[in-house]
């Protein structure tokens, strides 16, 4: 019976998003927007320019900031913002 065996780079699977939800101390709260699951990390680990809102991402056991997906939900948020706004004029 062969088995078949794909490469590494043949794996496509999305890496998890977490958002920085806030600080607390010396700990960072995030959250995964998909999941809902929240955990806590040392501050320390995060990439030197991470704030609450941004978005990482987790890959070969360090933490990088998802620029482009923090961009989105940053505009897709000030939008909403905009339109509660102009609602309540």
Known sequence: MD???ISLEEVRRPAHRWIID???E???VLENPDTREVISI???QLPQD???GTTLIRTEMKWYVNEADTA???ARIKEKFAQIKSRNR
């Open 26 to 28: 010396s700990w960072a």
């Open 22 to 24: 806030r600080f607390e």
């Open 42 to 44: 040392p501050v320390n």
């Open 3 to 5: 088995k078949k065996y």
């Open 50 to 52: 991470a704030r609450p």
């Open 72 to 74: 989105e939900r940053a």
